[in-house]
């Protein structure tokens, strides 16, 4: 038996490792053992290296997201949601609004909250709704100059989009022969018509109006200026610029005078214009005035001489004997009376009965060699007549006895004067 081993009431040695449970300085080492225990345990969860900080190790990011809005019924385009864990610059701007431009994003709709330009870094702090803000456009009205022939077109003005203009009127444009008639959307008129003083909605443009000119239609006429009959040609209406051909006198007439062509002034210091010429019409009126010449009166006729007149008085050589029988032929002559033969022809002879049946008398004639009947007498006391220098008279029946007037007629120019012969026949 060993001694040592069998004694039971030995006591071990003390080492410096060996400290009671119950020991001041044992408490705390359990306590610093086991903070370490549980920090290395934290930093294995987390990945960690082992010995790290906890504060200082890394957090699971947050994403927040920007939503954008047209902010406008009329606005066209759109924009998808945009989302960032971190600071970034905003989408640029997708939306387009007729007659304005886009001016910035703001959080308020009214403007009136944080602005943003377009494409400007956003903090992703936090959701947002982002609005769009619109700044209205302005264009130009102006007026064009287009046709006129003098004056000046009126100021152009700015007016904003949408809003109403009021159309001016024509300024100091005037255009030779036509009248202003208010503006029109297109150069050759064929556009929208626009009045002085109306009111123009404003496009999403510039807008030129040009003036509307209308032809005024001038009156063209003619005037007899003096004339004695007749009437003046038919007026007519022309256009400035369009050629007129000119009439001629027509029916018109000036007694003792000419019709000399057309002049613009009544007494011919104006312009002329012969019949048939060709006229531009001006931007007036015209009246063509009649040219009248007096026409030179023909020359006066040479002077007829005058014959030496013959006797007139009743020579037994100018008349037969008077007297004689009913149904005897009675020769009557005034031969004797005329010098020339060529005055005996044309005498005329008038027989004119104071008594008896002249339906029965019939006087012959030879003038020239041609028998001459005159006419006969229808009645009773009648006369008759026939054109020669002699001739005889026959009662070709059985009458009443009576005398007969025979009256001698020379012609005018023969210079003889009327002469009276008187025969007597008796009837049986």
Not at 43 to 53: I, V
Not at 372 to 385: D, E, I, L, Q
Not at 397 to 415: F, K, M, Q, V
């Amino acid at each position: 038996m060993h001694p040592a081993a069998g004694n039971a009431n030995a006591e071990s040695p003390r080492t410096a490792a060996h400290v009671s449970a119950n020991h001041p300085i044992a408490k705390i080492l359990v306590l610093i053992i086991g903070a370490a225990l549980l920090a290395t345990g934290l930093l294995a969860a987390t990945g960690a290296p082992a010995g790290a900080s906890p504060d200082l190790q890394p957090q699971s990011a947050t994403e927040y997201t920007v939503t954008f809005d047209s902010n406008s019924g009329s606005a066209t385009g759109s924009m998808a949601p945009q989302t960032s864990d971190v600071p970034a610059a905003l989408n640029a701007n997708q939306f387009t609004r007729t007659g304005y431009s886009f001016a910035n994003w703001n959080t308020s709709p009214t403007d009136d909250g944080v602005m943003y330009a377009d494409e400007a870094d956003f903090p992703f702090t936090n959701d947002t709704a982002l609005y769009a803000i619109w700044a209205k456009n302005s264009y130009v009205l102006q007026y064009s100059a287009d046709g006129a022939t003098s004056g000046t077109n009126p100021e152009y003005v700015i007016v904003g989009y949408g809003n109403v203009a009021v159309i001016a009127d024509q300024g100091t444009l005037e255009r030779t022969g036509y009248e202003f008639a208010g503006w029109n959307s297109q150069e050759d008129g064929s556009g929208e018509t626009y009045p002085v003083g109306s009111e123009f909605i404003m496009p999403a443009s510039d807008v030129t109006l040009y003036p509307l000119w209308v032809p005024v239609d001038y009156t063209f006429s003619y005037d007899g200026n003096t004339n004695t009959t007749g009437t003046p040609p038919t007026s007519a209406t022309y256009q400035y610029g369009a050629s007129v051909t000119v009439a001629d006198a027509g029916s018109l007439a000036k007694t003792d005078f000419e019709f000399a062509g057309w002049n613009t002034a009544a007494d011919g210091n104006g312009d002329p214009y012969a019949a048939n010429a060709s006229l531009t019409m001006p931007a007036s009126n015209v009246t063509l005035y009649a040219q009248w010449t007096a026409v030179a009166p023909p020359p006066p006729p040479p002077p007829t001489p005058t014959p030496t007149p013959a006797t007139q008085s009743p020579a037994t050589n100018c008349v037969v004997a008077t007297g004689g029988l009913i149904g005897q032929s009675r020769p009557l002559t005034r031969a004797g009376c005329v010098t020339n033969a060529a005055q005996q022809i044309g005498t005329k002879m008038t027989f004119k009965a104071n008594r008896g049946d002249m339906r029965t008398a019939k006087l012959k004639c030879r003038a020239d060699g041609r028998l001459t009947k005159p006419r006969k007498a229808s009645a009773t006391y009648g006369t008759g007549f026939v054109l020669c220098s002699r001739g005889t008279l026959v009662l070709k029946r059985n009458g009443t006895s009576g005398s007969y007037l025979i009256r001698w007629t020379a012609p005018a120019e023969t210079g003889f004067a009327p002469f009276n012969e008187k025969q007597k026949l008796r009837g049986r």
